[in-house]
């Protein structure tokens, strides 16, 4: 068995391809369970290269025939490819090989989708398609025709030619083979086009299944809102004459950048107000730039190997947020995707999963596209542009596409061409790449003859991926307040770089009060406790405003946890002004009114010394929120009515802030009126935001069977909708009946497991559902994990993503630990465990 004895890659061993390839000219004949492939390839020996193994990858494959300059060859086969003799000069590889895309569950390969068929090759799904050598630095030119019955048949690059039942694509790119892509099937264009600031006409077209037509129009927006941004900000041009996307249901991710043919997860792209929240809009809006914007990041400069994955996806990743925040408001962006780091990012780099954002080993590189290479990948750029400023970071960008524009590149040519273009030195920098773990940040404070001093003590908690962490780069983005609330001194830049370091402001009347990491200015842990109500109350900073009101919620919810105390009068008194502040933005108040999550409770309880009980964690969760429903009762239906919007639906900044604060208030008021408020919302909704919320209320206030009825019979034919069914029932049932109502969900006619999307919007709801998941009698983790081992056969990826629930299993109680324990156990136990979860659940279970 391949999986049987799993390889682990290293980065040091990195060595070039012994052949370069010099074009490829695919040929596809569809069959549902018999397509054929054919290839001509042209090689070239590679004289960069010392080895001159000829290996292609090639996994699943019926071979047919081979050939080499015509002559008929007999390579030698393994389950990971094939070897052969080949002469010492350029020559001609020909083979045809046949596949099953019916029975390719996996959704990686070419593999079909409601009968259409479509790939997915990132990082290493090609070589489930033909023999090749199915490594990033190995780019290539493709010519491709496909034969098939089908109205569409599309691949990358531009369309050379089509007829009945076939058609020819060229795409003049070189690219590596895990952008290559093939779509065929009954599919209806949404058309649109765009001209480029070089002038350049690219027809657009969104490809949907008949009956979806209506949802693309946002999609093709934010598209050419998108090819407009990249032009405008990074100078960057599009560079064929079309660009496809295509929605498809099974996909194990959210969307994949294909050279010219975006494929997307259908939730990732199609949306209507009817069926779609604003922050569904929100997420698709940023996926779509994401993808496009791979087209220059990711494509046209590509990673040398999967190691330098960080090199595309974080600074694409940076790229999207960059863009969302000019499209929307930046203090809104910037806060959401802290939470979503302190909520995903953290726990990895705080538990056994811990790696680097370049990481030096894998075994199966699908389990890296984690939060860690993306998110703090992403967080990684946001400081070397703090550090280099905006004109160095301009200087750089332009160098690093200038100088590697068709090159499979590496860190340390991104670092270099900072190094170039500003004069700095990034040797200390680099190690955010290498090293693994969040640092804290401890932070200590005089005011003495009038000069106020900040200390700052930096560690970094070793793991098995870095035993000695060493000190780090790190930029803190301070201002200064004084006691009238004034700000003394305006936000300043401060470079710790040592293990511990003190930083002096002179000529103070008074002493000041801090306000620091403004921005979230670096992705760590600031140990420090100022006057949060005073900087709730004074800061300029909107982001460290958010987090003053976050660490009262924070401390309050502690303090009930650990001593029962009620909710915290500060917190309360300090969000109800600004819930009511009607100067502030309704988008950034509903987010100071949101808790810290259960999740992360737990981990700062663990951080401690206390074992978290998530059941208590749940309890204080619920008193805070009546506490704050308490207090604000009077003034609750004034300020429901006034973020009621009247004009026709947009799913805009503005508009999704109204939205998003009057919902928030909803929560609150069905507190007081027992869900009234709610039914009727739910009942009069003309949109998903507000008709999804008050469905969650209702269900969340014990009267929700009646809307759940009515929703399915309303939405039972709209297969993203019913995800949101499936979910919503998980995420807001009680923690004793989350077991059974996913369960019982699982065996509903609609739970169609092997959709990863179903499978997510049940399960991965569940895995999310902190109290439900961790209930005291097990129950949580048996479901999960009977529900890993019935979907590792048949995908994998979607499986090993999953088992990352159990990563943070080391936080609870010895009894939960033993009760986790045995169900990793059982996992790692299962006959023809795949590699990607063998992989995940032996990392989670060395810790
Ligand atoms: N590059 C793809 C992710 C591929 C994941 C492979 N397991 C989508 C993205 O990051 O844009
Ligand atoms: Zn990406």
Redesign the pocket.
């Known amino acids: 068995m391949r999986d049987a004895t799993p390889q682990t890659i290293y980065l040091k061993d990195y060595t070039p391809f012994g052949f370069k390839v010099e074009e490829v000219h695919l040929t596809f004949d569809l069959a549902p369970s018999a397509t054929r492939v054919t290839s001509r390839i042209r090689f070239a020996p590679n004289p960069d290269a010392a080895d001159r193994t000829f290996f292609l990858h090639g996994e699943n494959l019926s071979l047919i025939s081979a050939k080499i300059d015509g002559e008929a060859v007999t390579p030698t086969l393994t389950d990971e490819g094939l070897t052969c003799d080949v002469p010492n000069m350029p020559f001609t590889w020909e083979a045809e090989v046949q596949i099953d895309p019916a029975a390719n569950t996996a959704l990686e390969g070419l593999y079909q989708s409601n009968g259409m068929y479509c790939t997915q090759c990132?990082?290493e799904g090609f070589r489930k398609i033909t023999y090749y050598p199915d490594r990033p630095d190995v780019m290539s030119v493709f010519s491709v025709r496909i034969n098939g019955p089908h109205a569409v048949l599309l691949s990358n690059g531009n369309p050379v030619a089509s007829g009945d039942g076939w058609a020819e694509w060229h795409d003049p790119w070189p690219k590596p083979a895990y952008l290559f892509a093939l779509v065929a099937g009954e599919l209806i264009a949404h058309r649109d086009s765009f001209t480029t600031m070089e002038g350049r006409k690219v027809d657009l077209a969104l490809y949907v299944r008949p009956g979806d037509e209506g949802k693309c129009a946002f999609g093709m927006q934010a598209l050419k809102d998108s090819m407009k941004w990249d032009e405008d900000v990074y100078g960057r041009a599009y560079d064929l004459d079309v660009f496809n996307i295509v929605a498809v249901d099974d996909f194990?991710?959210?969307?994949?950048?294909n050279k010219g043919l975006n494929i997307f997860n259908a939730s990732a792209v199609l949306a209507s107000p009817a069926t779609s929240t604003d922050g569904n809009f929100e997420r698709i809006e940023a996926i779509i730039a994401?993808?496009y914007f791979?087209n220059w990041t990711g494509n046209r400069i590509t990673c040398r190997d999967w190691f330098q994955l960080c090199l595309k996806?974080g600074l694409?990743v940076f790229r999207d947020s960059q863009f969302t925040a000019d499209m929307r408001s930046e203090p809104v962006k910037r806060i959401s995707d802290v939470i979503d780091l302190r909520g995903r990012q953290f726990p990895e780099d705080q538990g056994p999963l811990a790696h680097p954002v370049r990481p030096e080993s894998f075994q199966e590189i699908?389990n890296f596209?984690t939060a860690t290479v993306y998110e703090k990948g992403a967080e990684v750029i946001r400081m070397l542009k703090t550090l280099v400023g905006d004109e160095g970071y301009r200087k750089a960008l332009d160098l690093y596409f200038d100088r590697h524009d068709g090159d499979a590149a590496t860190i340390e040519d991104w670092l270099a061409v900072f190094e170039e273009a500003t004069g700095r030195d990034l040797t200390q920098f680099k190690r955010w790449y290498s090293q693994a773990g969040t640092p804290r940040v401890v932070v200590s404070e005089r005011f003495e003859d009038g000069t106020y001093s900040l200390n700052f003590a930096q560690h970094t908690p070793p793991s098995a991926a870095t035993p000695d962490p060493q000190a780090q780069v790190i930029p803190i983005a301070v201002g200064l307040l004084g006691p009238n609330g004034d700000e003394v001194l305006p936000t300043q830049v401060l470079e710790l770089t040592e293990d511990s370091q003190s930083f002096s402001f002179p000529g103070l009347s008074a002493k000041p009060v801090p306000s620091i990491l403004r921005g979230f200015s670096a992705p760590v842990v600031l140990d420090h406790t100022p006057d949060h109500a005073f900087l709730l109350a004074h800061d300029t900073d909107p982001f460290n405003r958010w987090e003053a009101a976050r660490n009262l919620g924070k401390a309050s919810l502690l303090g009930a946890v650990t001593k029962g105390t009620g909710p915290d009068a500060a917190w309360l008194d300090g969000v109800a002004g600004l819930l009511t502040d009607e100067a502030l933005d309704p988008a950034y108040r509903a987010y100071c009114l949101a808790l810290p999550g259960q999740s992360q409770l737990a981990a700062e309880l663990h951080g401690a010394g206390t074992t978290p009980d998530p059941d208590a964690i749940w309890t204080a969760h619920e008193d805070h929120r009546q506490g704050l429903s308490d207090r604000m009762a009077d003034v609750l239906q004034g300020l429901y009515a006034a973020h009621q919007v009247d004009s026709p639906y947009a799913p805009d900044a503005e508009q999704s802030g109204h939205r998003a604060l009057g919902n928030a208030v909803l929560a609150m008021l069905t507190r007081q009126d027992g869900g009234d408020a709610a039914q009727a919302q739910f009942d009069e909704a003309t949109n998903m935001t507000q008709q999804l919320a008050a469905l969650g209320y209702l269900i969340r206030a014990g009267r929700g069977d009646a809307a759940l009825a009515r929703f399915e019979a309303q939405w039972k034919d709209d297969r993203l909708v019913m995800d949101k069914w499936f979910g919503m029932q998980v995420m807001e049932a009680k923690p004793d009946d989350a077991a059974d109502t996913a369960k019982a969900l699982t065996k509903h006619a609609d739970f169609n497991w092997k959709n990863p999307n179903r499978f997510r919007a049940t399960l991965g709801s569940f895995a999310g559902h902190h109290a439900g998941f961790h209930a005291k009698d097990g129950s949580g983790y048996t479901l999960l994990a009977d529900w890993l081992i019935t979907l590792d056969p048949v995908n994998p990826?979607t499986t090993a993503r999953m088992c990352s629930a159990f990563q943070t299993w080391r936080r609870y109680d010895a009894i939960r630990q033993s009760m986790i324990g045995k169900e990793l156990e059982r996992i790692a136990a299962t006959p023809n465990l795949s590699r990607d979860t063998t992989e995940m659940i032996t990392r989670i279970r060395e810790a």
Request: no cysteine.
């Open positions: 990132e990082a194990n991710m959210g969307a994949m950048e994401h993808e791979h996806e694409t699908n596209y990826q």
